[in-house]
């Protein structure tokens, strides 16, 4: 795999999460205090799903630390960042690096998502939600931003089982049998603290750390602390630590809403990819 592709891959991997998703985060920190659970996966998906309907539009800044392999090296990229989501889908992510403004800027609307590198890899990436395999967008989909805002989706009762070890319930989602997702909400307060992400195999592929919670609204909460690492044997370990600023992470304003969450033209990249399936795949200039 090219170092264009690769970066591409790792990077949509991580963003959308990515915000999601400053600086090096601290490694995360299990709470000690226990408190009692819930008493059944009905009640536990309830109180996750009443907090997912007070998320509103999203205003937030802060940095990022990027540490990836490529060429069997180990690289690291400092970026600041700053977020503006409009859910459930509709997203725009700038990082600017020390003299290059818009280095990394990625966004999605309800049709595609994109991911513009530049200047050193000039690589453009989009593709559309609909040519997506649900197995290869585990982590590259929309709706997995609102679970890196600690807003975790739930769906059918039936998917889900709850187990509880010390201070945290776990609900593990499974698809004919396999663990595919597992949520660790801690009882004291009922906030998800990490996600665990597994692949086709059931295997352990990616996860996602969640920490230091601020209260922008009544029943509305957003952690500034975020750290995903994703495991791969060819490659290493990825991870990406996100620190927000808790004073810029606000509702987004009237008019920041009305940003246009279009994607750019392709004019100016030395390479446009497209992702469709599980596959990317190199298009005309």
């Excluded at 790792?10 to 995360?28: D, S, T």
């Excluded at 700053?82 to 889908?89: D, F, S, T, W, Y």
């Excluded at 029943?219 to 630590?241: H, Q, W, Y």
């Amino acid at each position: 795999m090219s170092c264009q592709l690769y970066k591409c891959r790792l990077l949509f991997c991580f963003a959308a999460a990515i915000f999601i998703f400053a600086g090096c985060a601290p490694e995360f920190q299990m709470p000690l205090e226990v408190c009692p659970g819930k008493g059944s996966v009905t009640e536990a998906l309830s109180a996750l799903q009443s907090q997912s309907q007070n998320i509103v539009p999203l205003w937030a800044k802060g940095r990022c630390l990027l540490q990836y392999y490529a060429d069997k090296k180990k690289h690291k990229e400092i970026l600041s960042v700053k977020v503006l989501v409009k859910p459930p889908v509709e997203m725009y992510l700038q990082g600017d690096a020390t003299l290059v403004p818009k280095a990394i800027v990625l966004g999605s609307n309800q049709e595609e998502f994109w991911l513009l590198l530049r200047p050193e890899i000039s690589t453009y990436g989009w593709g559309k939600w609909s040519e997506q395999d649900s197995s290869e967008t585990l982590i590259i989909n929309p709706k997995t931003l609102l679970e890196a805002l600690g807003i975790a989706e739930v769906d059918a009762e039936e998917n889900w089982s709850l187990s509880n070890e010390g201070a945290f319930d776990i609900l593990t989602k499974r698809d004919r049998g396999v663990a595919i997702k597992k949520i660790y909400v801690y009882s004291c307060d009922y906030l998800v603290r990490k996600i665990e992400y597994f692949d086709v195999y059931g295997q352990l592929a990616v996860v996602a750390e969640l920490d230091r919670y601020k209260q922008v609204l009544e029943g509305f909460f957003v952690p500034a602390r975020i750290k995903i690492i994703e495991r791969a044997e060819d490659t290493g370990e990825d991870s990406l630590s996100i620190t927000l600023n808790l004073t810029s992470i606000k509702p987004a304003s009237e008019k920041q809403q009305k940003f246009p969450f279009n994607r750019p033209p392709t004019r100016g990249f030395k390479h446009i990819i497209r992702k469709i399936g599980g596959r990317w795949i190199e298009q005309p200039q």
